[in-house]
């Protein structure tokens, strides 16, 4: 008789979980630096990306970030090219050309590949020159975007623009 009651216990347990493992993680509930932005409708939470960023900064003597009209849409626009192109842009090129807009002391963070603002963040914080990117002291101003490229093995491409 316990072998049966045992029996049915670990059936009907195997049929929950079972259950459980058919059903996709609500996205409702997660802040949205952990939201995955591999998908046409995703957009990045520019302010949650400054405030983190910022926060960032502050904690190791730099001045906090505004976004700045500007240099988002140009931070949009390389995204966007970069995902069209399927390949990460030169940081060089990209600074040389915000710093003919007029404005100084211009670094780039352009990378592919991270699916969440999360992930980016991590992935800039343990790469040097990232990081150096992240916490230019003369910084005061940045874009941030990413574009989705479905067809590539990145998926998600990412520009980071600070500036003085």
């Not at 990045?44 to 910022?54: F, T």
């Not at 211009?106 to 150096?132: C, I, K, M």
Request: glycine share 6%.
């Amino acid at each position: 008789m316990l072998g049966r009651a045992t029996g049915s216990a670990a059936l009907t347990a195997a049929a929950l979980l079972g259950g459980c493992a058919t059903q996709a993680p609500s996205t409702a509930a997660l802040p949205s630096i952990y939201l995955p932005l591999a998908s046409n409708s995703a957009q990045i939470d520019v302010a949650a990306a400054r405030d983190m960023i910022s926060s960032y900064r502050r904690n190791r003597g730099a001045p906090p970030l505004t976004v700045d009209p500007e240099l988002q849409r140009l931070a949009e626009a390389e995204a966007a090219a970069m995902a069209l192109a399927d390949r990460p842009s030169r940081a060089q090129t990209v600074k040389a050309a915000v710093e003919r807009l007029g404005y100084a002391n211009v670094n780039a963070n352009l990378s592919a590949g991270y699916h969440t603002l999360a992930e980016a963040f991590s992935g800039w914080r343990e790469s040097p020159p990232h990081d150096a990117t992240m916490l230019a002291p003369e910084a005061t101003r940045m874009g941030i975007a990413t574009a989705y490229a479905p067809g590539s093995k990145y998926k998600v491409y990412w520009a980071l623009l600070t500036a003085r």
